[in-house]
């Protein structure tokens, strides 16, 4: 039982600091674990940008709220 509240714990929190999962799309590691960029890994990073622009992000206000004009709340200003 307690393992499933770390798995909850961690998907709460990658939902609240907007983490997509943990990254392992590095094509070569040597043998102390530094990544050899290769040229799969431009497509790959790419692939990865343009998923992350066409996701929606919950934690922002929809373009169509934020982009329409102001309502004034209140007309007696101090």
């Not at 990073?45 to 709340?73: C, D, K, T, W, Y």
Request: with cysteine; aromatic share 8%.
């Amino acid at each position: 039982m307690r393992t499933l509240g770390i798995w909850y714990a961690a998907i709460v929190s990658m939902m609240a600091f907007k983490l997509n999962g943990l990254n392992f799309n590095h094509c070569i590691l040597d043998s102390a674990g530094v990544v050899i960029t290769a040229e799969a890994d431009m497509p790959n990073r790419a692939r990865l940008g343009l998923q992350a622009m066409h996701r929606p992000n919950v934690h922002h206000f929809p373009v169509i709220i934020s982009a329409g004009e102001p309502i004034p709340v209140s007309y007696n200003t101090p």
